[in-house]
């Protein structure tokens, strides 16, 4: 099962069998059953993002053969595939099974920041009291964060939505630059949406960007590296969640010893899509005793509160019970926060739907397209020199955002599209309506788009040579784009996945849970994503349908 709860991907299987019939042959030994399966298990959550499976746990999917994990144990510790120095697969504390490359690459990577964390930064900050103008309006945990940069060389600030993280960051680089001017501060994030929205936060006026393109990105390398290192002092990456063990790794490589780096991120959101999620690991001990007064987590909530909070508050105190475990097999999310949606009111700012699949509930459909309509309205006939339309444009994006797990399926993100546009989701971006938001689907540098940036279609459908995708935020640039500038690399975005919505947020959230999706993570991600209301739309639960009963063809691909 994936993190988010649906089904393995169709190609694990593939590479779990291929890999169980060639890792024996290249080191010379017979296959054993037993460690295909335990192959078979790593590969699974490999598709998952996950880099290990716990012996102590419940036995996975793809273990078959009695006697686990006893008899699964007693085969790796004869086999050459998990011998030293070189087997590919290694036991880890004694039940984590991994695979040995990606163990030794987590172990450098979360050796290198705690090394970090350790160190003290080379350049002078004052320190400040606590009656100080900076800090009056801070809360004592946000006050230690401050603080904490001037003495650790790394500083690890969680916590949940509004929780005070971005107004921490600010009185940190305040704090920083007071004592150093002349510093050179970045601030960046893993997606072009989460970028925007800390470059927003922080009132443009600092650099900010992805750390892609802060890392000049080149397809499957980096153009900074330790050869050719960051030239900064101070720099911050936010939704740190997203940000996979090999993005890391290429992030420290860059990053000079003496450049102060500041995590922030929240660990109940969903790890990255690519293997390693650092975040996580940075819970676990023994890192996090390691971190010490390094790592601080914020708990006072200033924003998002009412019912969103609470019920956020219950899916976080889940992880929490279930740290340690396989995604996979966490709470069914609806069972432990039933009661509390049973009992909302007119007046809460989360309702709760029930529908049955396989139509699109009207609750969702209606509401999305008089959205759609708004967006047309504003879109048809704007031109690429309408600067002013083209930033209420934008803002108007921000205040709908429709979010599904899955891309396929009845209440999937290419029905919903098929139900907005018809034939036309098939074509191009030159022929949608007006107004359509459309998604960047790779990274593109020299148009200065990062994969998963969501822009907005304008012009009349009368002259498509005045067509263009304005990309960008309220307040901050805004660069239009001819269509044909993204050519396969766009798709609608009237909905989106969770996982792509992740860094983004939006006045009113309706999030769409389809049969099957049970993982506290993935519904903490998409009703935190809104800052004023949301909507969570389920199978009807009270009328005695298994929420973890995947029995309408919800196939998961997660993007």
Known sequence: ?????????????????????????????????????????????????????????????????????????????????????????????????????????????????????????????????????????????QRQAVRAVARHGLVLLEGGPGTGKTSTVAAMITAARAAAPELRIHLAAPTGKAAARLRSATSGQLPCTTLHRLLESRGGSFGRDRRRPLELDLLVVDEVSMVDLGLMEALLDALPSRCRLVLVGDPAQLPPIAPGAVLLDLQQPPWRQDLAQAAITLTTTYRNSGAIAAVASALRAD???????????????LAGIQRQLAALGPGDNLHWIEARPPLLPAELITPLRRHQQQLRNLAEGCGPEDVAIQAELLALRDRLLVLTPVRQGAWGLEAIHRALLGELERRPPLEWPAGTPVLCTRNRPELGLANGDVGILIGSSADRSQRRIVFGSPGLEITPLHPAQLAGAAEAALALTVHKAQGSEARQVIVLLPPGRTDPRLLYTALTRASEQAVLITPPVRAGLDPSDDNNGQHAKEK
């Open 319 to 333: 992880l929490e019970v279930g740290q340690g475990r396989d995604p996979g097999h966490s709470f069914g999310a």
């Open 1 to 141: 099962m994936t993190p988010s709860g649906g089904p393995t991907p169709t190609w694990a299987p593939t590479l779990a069998a291929a890999l169980a019939e060639a890792l024996p042959r290249l080191h010379g030994v017979p296959g054993d059953p037993l460690i295909g399966e335990l192959i078979a298990a790593l590969s699974d959550a490999l598709a998952s993002g996950q880099l290990q499976v716990d012996l102590m746990g419940a036995a996975p999917e793809a273990i078959s053969s009695e006697g686990w994990p006893q008899a699964h144990r007693r085969s790796l510790a004869t086999s050459p595939l998990a011998a030293e120095p070189d087997g590919p697969l290694v036991l880890v504390d004694g039940h984590r099974l991994m695979w040995r490359r990606w163990q030794q690459q987590r172990q450098r990577v979360l050796t290198d920041l705690i090394a970090r964390a350790r160190r003290q930064p080379d350049i002078p900050q004052a320190e400040t009291a606590d009656d100080s103008e900076l800090l009056a309006p801070l809360d004592g945990r």
